[in-house]
Every structure is written in C-alpha cells, then in structure tokens.
C-alpha cells in the first residue's frame, strides 16, 4: 500500500485504473453498506437546509447596538430579546447538526477504514460518496460562518441576556439550557466549527479502535485526496463526468481530504515526505479560475494547522501564499 500511495503522489504519474475510480455521482451502495448507506442519508439530506438557512442568516446587529445603546431600556432589551431568540434557535439546530453528522462519520470510518484504501474506495464507492459530501458540506459551512461575523455576537448577546430576561413572558419557549449554550459557545468560538466537529469525529474513532493503526485512518484521506487530483488532471477520466459542477466538487473534496489530513496526521499534509501530492494539488487548483478556487485556497491557507511548520518546504509555502 505504501508503494502505491507513493505511486499516486508522483507528479509524472497520475493514470487512475478504472476500478478506482470514484463515481460521486451515480454510486449506488452494495447490500451489505445498505443499512448504513441510509441512514447516513438521512442526515446528508439536511445539509441543503442547514446551509441556505445560514446562508440566508441576516443577524441582529442592527437592533442588538440599539440596545446597548439604550442599556436602561426596557422596550429596547425586549425588542432585542425578541430579534435574537428565533435566530439562536437555529444555530442550535445547526449545532445539533453537527452532533448527528460527527455521529454519522464515526459509523462511516468504521466501514471506509477496515480494508486497505484501494479496496476500500473501490469496494465501498456509496459509502465514500457520502464522506465526500460530508467533506464538501464542511467546506461550505465553515466558510459561510467564517464571513458572518453576526453569528458569534448574536450568541454573545443572547448570553448576556439571558439572566436579565428569565421574567419575560415566551422567553422559556427559547431557551436553551445552560450546558448546551455552554457547547455552542465553544462549536461557534472556533473559526472552522464543522471542521472541528470533523476532526474531533476522527480522533474518537481512533479512541474507540485501539487496535486500528493510525495510518489506515490517515490513509483514506490521503488517497482520495490523490485519486481526486487525477481524476481532475486525467482527461479520460473528466469525460466520464456527466455534470458540468462534478469538477468542482472534486476539487472542493480533495481540499477537504487534505485539510482532514492535516488536521489528524501528526506531521500534517505538507511535510516532504507526506503521502498527499500537495505542490500538484496547489496547482491544479490555480489552473482554474480565481473565483471559483479563491475559498479552496483560501481554506489551504487558514483552516490547516501544519502550513507554517518548519518542515514545510519554502516552496509550498511561497506556492500557496501567492495570489
């Protein structure tokens, strides 16, 4: 397995054999993934709505500095109590998200890190669809939340307020209570809160399976990692590509797969001997158009943890900070 990772990080060489191919858009499940296969669905079917209902959050600013503004107002304190409650109710909705997706992705692991990645991607292409779009559905939300800076001061305000109004006729209908508040508090401190949930999914799988090396975790998404990038960079696989958006989605889980790495790896994506081609990586995203890869850039740069490590060769480094 190694000799065929390192096969697949080579930049002379990036021939994907048909049997790995990753089919993200008509792979259906095999019997025995049938079970999990939908139940992760169920889930995934959500994201469409989690998403548009952040994309769509407009926040509470404006009311919220009128009433720090008039802090002896009681008229203004209801009138911000009463803006910022339904929005609080759905960003709890979007942290109970999280729980069920961190969930979901242990279950996942168990089957996608049995077997050797090969056979794995192969045998179990459903199944690595669905991680792949749990991958791109993180992309998509931590990049939402990190250009909404409405969302931590909603909550920071709701926080503030939540003693002052325990009087106020509704305030219990929402209401959180002070343990899950607590939890939100630290999901949305963190700047990628999807991609911690993802990274803590991980290292619990790990826990929870002593006897499974590490490598046979990190190798999975190393390996779609690279099976991603020749897919882009093999011409004979991009025509087997029925969508027009099935490229972009590839390149959005290859990034994925390699912020994951690098999250869980001890020595990260980008060291020299790493198994992820990064310098190709880079630069089969700049082979596209800035703006539909400037926020996948954007993510190599901001939301991976190993990128200004010493072990860092200067010219990744000067790679990725290039415009």
């Keep these: 397995?190694?000799?065929?990772?390192?096969?697949?990080?080579?930049?002379?060489?990036?021939?994907?054999?048909d049997a790995i191919f990753l089919d993200f858009e008509n792979a259906l499940p095999v019997a025995s993934d049938q079970a999990l296969?939908?139940?992760v669905q169920v889930s995934i079917n959500k994201s469409h709505a989690v998403l548009e209902g952040l994309r769509s959050y407009g926040g509470a600013a404006e009311i919220i500095r009128e009433a720090i503004q008039n802090n002896n107002s009681e008229e203004a304190q209801v009138a911000a109590w009463e803006a910022v409650c339904p929005l609080v109710t759905s960003l709890n909705e979007y942290y109970q998200y999280s729980i069920e997706l961190e969930a979901n992705v242990v279950?996942?692991?168990?089957?996608?890190?049995?077997?050797?990645?090969?056979?794995?991607?192969?045998?179990?292409?459903?199944?690595a669809k669905q991680f792949a779009m749990i991958l791109d559905f993180v992309l998509a939300f931590d990049d939402l939340k990190m250009n909404n800076p409405s969302i931590q001061n909603d909550f920071?305000?709701?926080?503030?307020?939540r003693n002052r109004v325990q009087n106020l006729k509704d305030a219990e209908e929402h209401e959180v209570s002070n343990e899950v508040a607590n939890r939100m508090s630290m999901f949305y401190a963190n700047a990628?809160?999807?991609?911690?949930?993802?990274?803590?999914a991980?290292?619990?799988f790990v826990k929870k399976n002593p006897a499974l090396p590490l490598e046979h975790t990190t190798d999975i998404f190393s390996t779609m990692a690279n099976l991603c990038r020749c897919m882009i960079e093999d011409p004979e696989i991009n025509q087997k590509f029925e969508k027009p958006t099935t490229v972009m989605f590839v390149l959005r889980v290859m990034v994925g797969a390699i912020i994951l790495y690098d999250h869980v790896h001890p020595a990260g994506a980008f060291y020299r001997k790493?198994?992820?081609?990064?310098k190709s990586s880079i630069k089969l995203l700049k082979d596209h158009p800035s703006s539909s890869v400037e926020t996948l850039l954007n993510a190599m740069r901001y939301s991976t943890v190993h990128i200004n490590d010493d072990e860092t060769p200067n010219v990744i480094k000067k790679l990725l900070s290039e415009q």
């Design 202 to 204: 991980v290292t619990n």
């Design 192 to 200: 990628t809160p999807m991609l911690k949930m993802l990274s803590n």
């Design 1 to 17: 397995m190694g000799n065929l990772l390192q096969l697949l990080r080579r930049e002379d060489n990036c021939k994907v054999p």
């Design 156 to 161: 920071s305000f709701y926080r503030r307020m």
């Design 37 to 39: 296969y939908e139940l």
């Design 107 to 127: 279950q996942l692991l168990g089957t996608l890190c049995a077997e050797p990645p090969m056979e794995t991607l192969d045998g179990h292409q459903a199944l």
């Design 274 to 278: 790493s198994n992820i081609d990064i």
